[in-house]
C-alpha cells in the first residue's frame, strides 16, 4: 500500500497520508502528491485520514503543510488524524489556527475511518 493514495472503507472513498516513521524529505513527497490527487477532485468531496507519529520533520514540512492544509480546504469534507502526540499536537494546534480547518483525532486507524466513512 502506498503512503499517498485514495483507499476504500465500507463503501466510502478516503484518501489516505501515511506519514508514520517517515523522514522529512519523504513526508514533502506525500504532502505533494496529497496536493496534486485532491485538488484534482469536486470542492467538498474528499474525505482525508493522515497518520502520523515515529517520523521527523522540520521547518520546510511544517510550512508544506500549512500551503497543503489551505490549498486543500475547498476540496476537504472532512479530515481525520491519527498518532497525534507531543509537538504532533503543537503543529495540528497551528495548522488549526493558520487554515481555520477542524480536524478530527483518533486514537486508532480504524475508529478514523468509521469516522471518514458515516456519512
Avoid: W
Avoid at 484518501?15 to 514533502?28: F, G, K, N, Q
Amino acid at each position: 500500500m502506498g503512503r499517498s493514495q485514495f483507499i476504500h472503507h465500507k463503501g466510502r472513498e478516503i484518501y489516505l497520508l501515511d506519514c508514520s516513521a517517515c523522514t522529512p524529505a519523504e513526508i514533502v513527497l506525500i504532502i505533494d502528491e496529497c496536493a496534486r490527487n485532491v485538488r484534482a477532485r469536486p470542492e467538498k468531496s474528499v474525505r482525508t485520514l493522515t497518520v502520523a507519529g515515529g517520523g521527523k520533520f522540520d521547518a520546510e514540512v511544517i510550512h508544506k503543510l500549512k500551503e497543503l492544509t489551505a490549498g486543500n480546504a475547498p476540496y476537504v469534507d472532512r479530515a481525520a488524524l491519527v498518532g497525534i502526540t507531543g509537538l504532533y499536537k503543537v503543529v495540528v494546534n497551528t495548522l488549526k489556527m493558520f487554515t481555520k480547518r477542524e480536524f478530527h483525532l483518533f486514537d486508532t486507524i480504524d475508529e478514523a475511518r468509521d469516522f471518514l466513512a458515516a456519512d
